[in-house]
């Protein structure tokens, strides 16, 4: 599966609408950015039932901003509208599916009662 370009436009559909994302945070001029690139593209035609997503921080800098990336690439995982896995740096082809491996084991309604039990801890 090719992967989505996200831009502010377009980000919070995206995300809404598909239970995983994965999104790399990425520049044109970002040499490991480039190094990570074909590892993320044989991923994504690996897992055709997840969605791979891209966010140019140089054209979608409100984006980046937004989720306070400061190193690229940042790859983060997205599932059911939570961010699950944030992390800088090019993975390796076993990392990237090994961290893939371990979003989708994840009990979505644990970390949302996790989260809820914070939230209401801050209160």
């Excluded at 239970?19 to 990570?36: E, K, N």
């Excluded at 690229?72 to 944030?86: D, Q, S």
Aim: glycine share 4%; with cysteine; charged share 30%.
């Amino acid at each position: 599966m090719s992967t989505i370009e996200l831009t502010k436009e377009n980000f919070d559909q995206v995300v809404s609408d598909n239970d995983f994302v994965l999104i790399d945070f990425w520049a044109s001029w970002c040499g490991p950015c480039r190094q990570f690139a074909p590892v993320y593209d044989a991923a994504s035609e690996r897992h055709d039932d997840l969605v791979f997503a891209k966010v140019d921080t140089e054209a979608q800098q409100e984006l980046a901003a937004a989720f306070e990336i400061r190193s690229i690439p940042t790859l983060m995982i997205v599932r059911e509208n939570v961010a699950v896995f944030a992390q800088p740096g090019a993975l390796p082809e076993a990392a990237l599916e090994d961290v893939i491996g371990q979003a989708r084991k994840l009990d979505m309604d644990e970390i949302r009662k996790s989260i809820e039990e914070q939230q209401n801890g801050q209160k």
